[in-house]
């Protein structure tokens, strides 16, 4: 290739390397201001709970958004709705409700879509059967305490788990790193955190002992 040749390419190679470094940093850009926006939400959107761990943490922060840019639909939720009747008891027809009658379910309605919109899909999905907005809020505090309670004892066990690592009797050293490979995926899935170093310390610790003549290895 001539000089001119090479001064040609390294300057188209270098400028796309350029642009991709400028691509790759405004993704991140993108996704860092994206996940700030779902721990602390908006003006125009509140908080979204993507982990049910982290549900007490976005539960008081959801409160608080609602109540700064939606408290009609705040009172919604702690105090319940009721649908508008007749002195007999019967419903009212939507067509025949008051201002305030129609004011009331507008913000029942706000408060139940503010909810389905600040949880991940795959949460509230589970939740559909709930009709207002207070019952939702209340099963969804159920549920995320509850499975709370669970992740949190399946990241002792796991814990655990590794601590006690070891190899099992007529274990074969495979049979052991494989194992040991799915407690690492496990772990990675729980987001519990071990050094590389601690990883490889506690797989060589549990090797098991080979004897050579009067000397343990």
Sequence with gaps: MSNNGEEFYNAFTSESTDRRSEL???LREISENLKFENMYGSQQKPPKLMKVEDYNWWKNRFEGWV???APESWLKLTNGYIEPVKEGGE???PKDFTDIDIKNVVAEYKMITLIKQSVREDIISLLEQEKTSKSLWEALGKKCVGSNEIV???KKLLRKEFDLFNCM???SVCKMIERFGHLKM???RHEIKYSEEEMVDKLFDSFPMIKIGNTSL
């Design 91 to 93: 419903l009212i027809d």
């Design 67 to 69: 109540k700064a840019f």
């Design 152 to 154: 949190k004892n399946k």
């Design 24 to 26: 790759k940093e405004y």
């Design 186 to 188: 496990e772990l990675a």
């Design 169 to 171: 009797k007529n274990e």
